[in-house]
């Protein structure tokens, strides 16, 4: 089975990743989602909050799973036999610490592949900084994030 593994902060997950998802999705039979903490980024939602409100988006979708990843990528797709790591692109600003990433994950596990998609135009703006920015301010972020995520957000910063 072709398995395509979504690595990410997702914190939260905006429509710029779901785009990338959807995509994603016509490319690989499984699309995993899979949750990492960075010890040197501060979030906002837990690993486990992240992945409630991910599981919640896609209820009923077989073709996603989501996992938290304990440790490093490149042991993850070792472990579990999985080839590819999909990552989003989208300002050139992206590119220098994308072409980091899957090169550093090449060089612990030669197995990697790492596949990027380009944003749709309309999310090339968009990460989830911004979105808990403008939500902190109490601007609205119906057009950056499901309901369900604008919801909690303004739990956490309203
Ligand atoms: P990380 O902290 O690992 O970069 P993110 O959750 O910020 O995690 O992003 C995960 C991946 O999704 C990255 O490859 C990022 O470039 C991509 N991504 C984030 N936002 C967008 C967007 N609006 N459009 C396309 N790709 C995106």
Do not use: C, W
């Amino acid at each position: 089975m072709k398995i395509g593994v979504y690595a990410g902060s997702f914190d939260p997950i905006t429509f710029g990743h779901l785009d990338i998802i959807n995509r994603a999705e016509k490319l690989f039979e499984k699309v995993i989602i899979l949750i990492a903490e960075s010890k040197t980024k501060k979030h906002l939602f837990s690993l486990n909050e992240r992945k409630e409100m991910i599981e919640e988006l896609f209820k009923g979708n077989k073709k996603i799973k989501v996992e938290v990843l304990n440790g490093l990528l490149a042991e993850y797709m070792k472990k579990n036999d999985f080839k590819f790591v999909i990552r989003g692109l989208r300002a050139i600003s992206d590119f220098d610490y994308e072409f980091q990433y899957s090169t550093i994950n090449r060089e612990l596990n030669e197995n990697i592949e790492t596949v990027f998609l380009m944003t749709e135009p309309k999310y090339f703006y968009l990460n989830s900084s911004l979105v808990k920015e403008i939500v902190s301010l109490k601007g609205k972020a119906k057009e950056l994030v499901p309901e369900l995520i604008e919801k909690k957000l303004k739990e956490k910063l309203g």
